[in-house]
């Protein structure tokens, strides 16, 4: 179906995309200024790009930012996932309860869940750092996995399940062999959300990281309380670019699986 | 999907390896200090330390000056995890929590003598910091820490006014009502912590800022709600751009920071009000259960070096306890008036002392009071 | 499935990282320092009805305007056509992946006396305005952060109306505006729920676009947990108190707008 964009909704669109990406465009401009200025440019400099290259309080900060990310986004995955099957065979009112219990770190207000799980490591005595930043990483992405595979779950058709048993497959590769290819999809896109909800995240890390390991997020925090500085900037630009990149990346892949699945359909006409 | 979440987590990694790459190659030292051995002993064992500072508040190596941490770490093969906070009472928060260990931590006064009380702070071993004795025994031996058991002065200095003279009549600026003048509404700002902000109305109102009366106190909080309408902004190290900049016309800030703001904008100016000042220093300790008490020590007499103290000064334009440092600095930094200020300049300075505890829980509360209130 | 086996290990994750670290905010919130039961925490609360009602109404004003300037947009996102739409939806999500706090700082330097848009105007002779600081540029924060929360659950209930039935609709002699009011508007109430939650909660809860576009003047009820936990003003069991506040105060909010299935909550994910 072709349909028509009239003016005025391009207008209007037009309008909307000024808005989000003015700000982010003149913090990208002035990454390039040669001096301080966020008003006034002076003249081309790559200076802060090599600065912001060597700084190392933001380079570690970026190392920490990146293993959290990735340990507690496959931890979330892993425990979501197995959670969502386990779910999935629960009784219904212990179903519900269960998510219900499982909706709370997703509506909760994320001060609260910071302030929560600062407590609760004061409690334990833990130390706050590496270990507490990926526990907290972790309780507040398993939701999005357990959201992402449930449908996936609903969606499969249990008997196949149940055939690979009659078949002779023991539980357990019935399982990986069957209820796994499956749900992929959904177990990705819970993995895909944990990764970036863990790279972004700024207020819970806030209340949970302690001495040693800041996270990029915290780190800006504390250069944003400071002196004017255009690292800043240059670590925008870089960012913006490398999100470009991935979505770009991302909406490619997407396009061509489709023609890919356009031209299949073709040929079984 | 697969492939391109490989893609994605190679192209993440690759950017964290590259940026770590891209880290300085190991040059030499170029710091020189009192005895080499002294720090070379600690090489190569693996050892790290937590430091945890004001922002603002080291040289760091931008535009060629020294860059302190660097330095420390090339020397003594100890690892620096060097953080910041913006106030005495973010730190005191962030240590009360107990989780978190740091091994070196910069408070001020009123707040050592605050954490000594309270068993916050660990005793030195002043034999492991041979450098102490560079400092001048003018400020140590104070009544925050008497027998200076916990701390090592860093720097100290007063708190004045800083203006643009572009915006504000000159006339003004010899008391604390300017931060209260309508004429500057909307262009003033101020101290967002209460020991500051406290410390300033008492002085207004002719208080002794360690009043333990109640009713003095709370008036003094009640001006500063009476202020809230023409304030701009409350800000710690926010200020350096906005005085800058010319954002804001006037602000109560660190003599030392006035001097830094001043060498980049050479319209603004500092003074002293008639009233009174709050004379400060800034100390370095050694918190309770810290993990590396004795390479806390080494960073501590690295930081009293004299060239490291000179490097330090002359960054972040504050006033040197460190006699060697002082002497070694330019004639002009060492003559300025806002750092080394003549005696009648500093008419009536006033010491920050720790409260008791029914006050610094009054201080608390009226503090978020003043924050909340709808400032008509 | 014989799988409850495999539930374990969540239940008691759900137990320690869940429901204790909430039990400990409400123990905190009813004791005092020493550890003793009592309601005065809860009652200094009501000391700072100012905030709570001050964060409300910037927070309804945010998603308002949200909820304005996202409902065309995400209207005409989904009648456009399908090979461009996906480019146009990840257009604009585009800005949300950068990290919130670098894009409240570059509004910082947009809004500032001295900054871009004040040396705009100054070149047609217009203000200088003030802009930073003020209650305003706070809305405007929570509005450009939470913009894409709205967008994106109106966006992909609207894609799920059916264009036929539209075009039924006209065929049968709807004009726009009855199309809008009879088809539209009520298949997309969902999403606009969603979407107000999405918006809301963050927005009446944030603590670092009140700083660092409102100069800390502009308290919230996210600044006055902070500054009672790690700000200026330590006092945790107060600091707890004022989050059970906030969490019931979001519950009662949420169940106002209806409770939301677990559908729904799976759309918005998308």
Same mark, same amino acid.
Request: one cysteine or more; proline letters at 4%.
């Given at each position: 179906?072709?349909?028509?964009?009239?003016?005025?909704?391009?207008?209007? =669109?037009?309008?909307?995309?000024?808005?989000?990406? =003015?700000?982010?465009?003149?913090?990208?401009?002035?990454?390039?200024?040669?001096?301080?200025?966020?008003?006034?440019?002076?003249?081309?400099?790559?200076?802060?790009?090599?600065?912001?290259?060597?700084?190392?309080?933001?380079?570690?900060?970026?190392?920490?930012?990146?293993?959290?990310?990735?340990?507690?986004?496959?931890?979330?995955?892993?425990?979501?996932?197995?959670?969502?099957?386990?779910?999935?065979?629960?009784?219904?009112?212990?179903?519900?309860?269960?998510?219900?219990?499982?909706?709370?770190?997703?509506?909760?207000?994320?001060?609260?869940?910071?302030?929560?799980?600062?407590?609760?490591?004061?409690?334990?005595?833990?130390?706050?750092?590496?270990?507490?930043?990926?526990?907290?990483?972790?309780?507040?992405?398993?939701?999005?996995?357990?959201?992402?595979?449930?449908?996936?779950?609903?969606?499969?058709?249990?008997?196949?399940?149940?055939?690979?048993?009659?078949?002779?497959?023991?539980?357990?590769?019935?399982?990986?062999?069957?209820?796994?290819?499956?749900?992929?999809?959904?177990?990705?896109?819970?993995?895909?959300?944990?990764?970036?909800?863990?790279?972004?995240?700024?207020?819970?890390?806030?209340?949970?990281?302690?001495?040693?390991?800041?996270?990029?997020?915290?780190?800006?925090?504390?250069?944003?309380?400071?002196?004017?500085?255009?690292?800043?900037?240059?670590?925008?630009?870089?960012?913006?670019?490398?999100?470009?990149?991935?979505?770009?990346?991302?909406?490619?892949?997407?396009?061509?699986?489709?023609?890919?699945?356009?031209?299949?359909?073709?040929?079984?006409? | 999907?697969?492939?391109?979440?490989?893609?994605?987590?190679?192209?993440?990694?690759?950017?964290?390896?590259?940026?770590?790459?891209?880290?300085?190659?190991?040059?030499?030292?170029?710091?020189?200090?009192?005895?080499?051995?002294?720090?070379?002993?600690?090489?190569?064992?693996?050892?790290?330390?937590?430091?945890?500072?004001?922002?603002?508040?080291?040289?760091?190596?931008?535009?060629?000056?020294?860059?302190?941490?660097?330095?420390?770490?090339?020397?003594?093969?100890?690892?620096?995890?060097?953080?910041?906070?913006?106030?005495?009472?973010?730190?005191?928060?962030?240590?009360?929590?107990?989780?978190?260990?740091?091994?070196?931590?910069?408070?001020?006064?009123?707040?050592?003598?605050?954490?000594?009380?309270?068993?916050?702070?660990?005793?030195?071993?002043?034999?492991? +910091?041979?450098?102490?004795?560079?400092?001048?025994?003018?400020?140590?031996?104070?009544?925050?820490?008497?027998?200076?058991?916990?701390?090592?002065?860093?720097?100290?200095?007063?708190?004045?006014?800083?203006?643009?003279?572009?915006?504000?009549?000159?006339?003004?600026?010899?008391?604390?009502?300017?931060?209260?003048?309508?004429?500057?509404?909307?262009?003033?700002?101020?101290?967002?912590?209460?020991?500051?902000?406290?410390?300033?109305?008492?002085?207004?109102?002719?208080?002794?800022?360690?009043?333990?009366?109640?009713?003095?106190?709370?008036?003094?909080?009640?001006?500063?709600?009476?202020?809230?309408?023409?304030?701009?902004?409350?800000?710690?190290?926010?200020?350096?751009?906005?005085?800058?900049?010319?954002?804001?016309?006037?602000?109560?800030?660190?003599?030392?920071?006035?001097?830094?703001?001043?060498?980049?904008?050479?319209?603004?100016?500092?003074?002293?009000?008639?009233?009174?000042?709050?004379?400060?220093?800034?100390?370095?300790?050694?918190?309770?259960?810290?993990?590396?008490?004795?390479?806390?020590?080494?960073?501590?007499?690295?930081?009293?070096?004299?060239?490291?103290?000179?490097?330090?000064?002359?960054?972040?334009?504050?006033?040197?306890?460190?006699?060697?440092?002082?002497?070694?600095?330019?004639?002009?930094?060492?003559?300025?008036?806002?750092?080394?200020?003549?005696?009648?300049? +500093?008419?009536?300075?006033?010491?920050?002392?720790?409260?008791?505890?029914?006050?610094?829980?009054?201080?608390?509360?009226?503090?978020?009071?003043?924050?909340?209130?709808?400032?008509? | 499935?014989?799988?409850?086996?495999?539930?374990?290990?969540?239940?008691?994750?759900?137990?320690?990282?869940?429901?204790?670290?909430?039990?400990?905010?409400? /123990?905190?919130?009813?004791?005092?320092?020493?550890?003793?039961?009592?309601?005065?925490?809860?009652?200094?609360?009501?000391?700072?009805?100012?905030?709570?009602?001050?964060?409300?109404? %910037?927070?309804?004003?945010? &998603?308002?305007?949200?909820?304005?300037?996202?409902?065309?947009?995400?209207?005409?996102?989904?009648?456009?056509?399908?090979?461009?739409?996906?480019?146009?939806?990840?257009?604009?999500?585009?800005?949300?992946?950068?990290?919130?706090?670098?894009?409240?700082?570059?509004?910082?330097?947009?809004?500032?006396?001295?900054?871009?848009?004040?040396?705009?105007?100054?070149?047609?002779?217009?203000?200088?305005?003030?802009?930073?600081? &003020?209650?305003?540029?706070?809305? %405007?924060?929570?509005?450009?952060?939470?913009?894409?929360?709205?967008?994106?659950?109106? /966006?992909?209930?609207?894609?799920?109306?059916?264009?036929?039935?539209?075009?039924?609709?006209?065929? %049968?002699?709807?004009?726009?505006?009855?199309?809008?009011?009879?088809?539209?508007?009520?298949?997309?109430?969902?999403?606009?729920?969603?979407?107000?939650?999405?918006?809301?909660?963050?927005?009446?809860?944030?603590?670092?676009?009140?700083?660092?576009?409102?100069?800390?003047?502009?308290?919230?009820?996210?600044?006055?947990?902070?500054?009672?936990?790690?700000?200026?003003?330590?006092?945790?069991?107060?600091?707890?108190?004022?989050?059970?506040?906030?969490?019931?105060?979001?519950?009662?909010?949420? &169940?106002?707008?209806?409770?939301?299935?677990?559908?729904?909550?799976?759309?918005?994910?998308?």
């Amino acid at each position: 179906m072709k349909r028509k964009t009239s003016g005025l909704s391009k207008f209007y =669109m037009g309008l909307v995309l000024f808005f989000l990406y =003015m700000p982010i465009f003149v913090l990208i401009f002035y990454s390039f200024n040669e001096s301080k200025s966020r008003s006034n440019f002076t003249g081309f400099s790559l200076k802060w790009y090599l600065q912001l290259f060597q700084n190392d309080q933001l380079l570690s900060a970026l190392m920490n930012t990146l293993i959290i990310a990735v340990v507690s986004s496959v931890a979330a995955t892993i425990l979501g996932t197995m959670a969502a099957v386990g779910i999935f065979s629960l009784k219904k009112w212990a179903r519900s309860l269960v998510m219900n219990v499982t909706y709370l770190p997703i509506i909760n207000p994320e001060i609260v869940i910071g302030v929560s799980l600062m407590l609760l490591f004061l409690l334990f005595k833990m130390e706050f750092g590496m270990l507490t930043l990926i526990l907290a990483h972790i309780s507040f992405s398993v939701p999005y996995v357990i959201l992402n595979v449930l449908p996936k779950l609903r969606q499969m058709d249990i008997h196949l399940y149940e055939a690979a048993q009659d078949l002779g497959c023991s539980p357990i590769s019935s399982f990986f062999k069957v209820v796994v290819p499956e749900i992929m999809p959904g177990v990705l896109s819970g993995f895909m959300m944990a990764f970036t909800y863990s790279l972004d995240d700024f207020i819970i890390s806030y209340f949970t990281s302690g001495a040693k390991t800041q996270t990029l997020p915290i780190y800006i925090y504390s250069m944003a309380r400071k002196k004017v500085n255009p690292q800043i900037n240059a670590l925008s630009t870089i960012i913006f670019v490398i999100v470009l990149v991935i979505l770009l990346l991302i909406n490619w892949n997407d396009s061509r699986k489709e023609k890919q699945l356009k031209l299949k359909r073709r040929e079984q006409i | 999907m697969k492939k391109l979440t490989a893609v994605l987590l190679v192209l993440c990694m690759a950017f964290g390896l590259f940026a770590t790459g891209c880290q300085k190659e190991n040059e030499n030292v170029t710091v020189k200090v009192e005895d080499e051995s002294y720090y070379s002993q600690y090489k190569d064992k693996g050892y790290e330390i937590n430091v945890y500072n004001w922002g603002e508040y080291i040289s760091t190596g931008a535009d060629d000056t020294m860059d302190v941490i660097g330095e420390f770490e090339k020397l003594s093969g100890i690892k620096v995890n060097y953080t910041n906070f913006a106030t005495n009472e973010e730190l005191y928060a962030k240590l009360r929590t107990g989780a978190v260990s740091y091994d070196v931590i910069i408070p001020s006064d009123y707040m050592i003598g605050r954490m000594a009380k309270e068993g916050m702070l660990e005793p030195l071993n002043l034999e492991n +910091i041979p450098n102490y004795k560079f400092i001048d025994p003018q400020f140590t031996s104070k009544s925050y820490d008497p027998d200076n058991t916990y701390s090592v002065p860093y720097t100290w200095g007063t708190v004045g006014i800083i203006y643009n003279k572009t915006m504000v009549d000159e006339a003004d600026v010899d008391t604390w009502d300017i931060l209260w003048n309508e004429k500057y509404a909307g262009n003033i700002l101020m101290f967002s912590n209460s020991r500051d902000a406290f410390g300033i109305a008492l002085m207004k109102l002719g208080y002794n800022v360690n009043t333990e009366d109640e009713g003095e106190i709370k008036l003094a909080a009640e001006e500063l709600k009476k202020q809230k309408p023409v304030i701009q902004a409350y800000v710690m190290d926010e200020i350096f751009d906005k005085m800058e900049s010319g954002e804001a016309a006037v602000a109560p800030y660190y003599a030392g920071d006035a001097i830094t703001m001043i060498a980049e904008a050479p319209d603004l100016a500092f003074s002293v009000p008639k009233e009174g000042t709050n004379l400060f220093i800034d100390a370095m300790c050694i918190p309770k259960g810290a993990k590396n008490k004795e390479l806390a020590e080494v960073f501590i007499n690295f930081m009293c070096e004299t060239e490291v103290a000179k490097a330090n000064i002359e960054t972040i334009g504050y006033s040197t306890p460190q006699v060697k440092a002082l002497e070694a600095l330019d004639e002009d930094l060492r003559n300025n008036p806002i750092a080394y200020p003549p005696e009648d300049v +500093i008419q009536n300075p006033q010491v920050f002392e720790n409260l008791s505890d029914a006050t610094n829980k009054l201080y608390d509360k009226l503090w978020t009071e003043i924050l909340a209130s709808s400032g008509h | 499935m014989k799988s409850k086996v495999a539930f374990l290990p969540y239940g008691i994750w759900m137990l320690l990282f869940t429901i204790v670290p909430l039990g400990l905010v409400a /123990y905190f919130g009813l004791t005092d320092e020493a550890g003793h039961w009592t309601m005065s925490n809860l009652i200094r609360v009501s000391d700072y009805a100012y905030v709570f009602i001050k964060s409300i109404w %910037l927070a309804v004003v945010a &998603t308002v305007i949200c909820l304005i300037i996202a409902y065309p947009l995400a209207y005409i996102l989904s009648r456009i056509s399908e090979n461009r739409q996906r480019m146009m939806v990840m257009i604009v999500m585009l800005p949300m992946w950068m990290n919130f706090l670098l894009r409240t700082y570059a509004w910082m330097t947009l809004l500032e006396g001295t900054g871009i848009i004040n040396s705009l105007l100054k070149i047609i002779g217009i203000g200088p305005l003030n802009m930073i600081n &003020t209650a305003g540029a706070v809305v %405007l924060g929570m509005v450009y952060n939470y913009l894409p929360f709205m967008i994106l659950p109106l /966006y992909s209930i609207m894609t799920k109306i059916d264009g036929s039935v539209i075009e039924a609709a006209q065929d %049968l002699g709807s004009n726009n505006w009855q199309v809008f009011s009879k088809i539209v508007l009520p298949l997309s109430v969902p999403g606009i729920t969603t979407g107000i939650i999405m918006v809301f909660v963050p927005a009446v809860s944030t603590f670092i676009i009140s700083r660092m576009l409102g100069g800390n003047t502009t308290m919230l009820i996210g600044d006055l947990i902070e500054l009672q936990f790690l700000g200026n003003a330590y006092n945790p069991n107060l600091g707890a108190a004022i989050s059970m506040v906030l969490m019931v105060l979001i519950l009662i909010c949420m &169940t106002f707008l209806n409770k939301m299935d677990s559908e729904e909550m799976e759309g918005m994910l998308i």
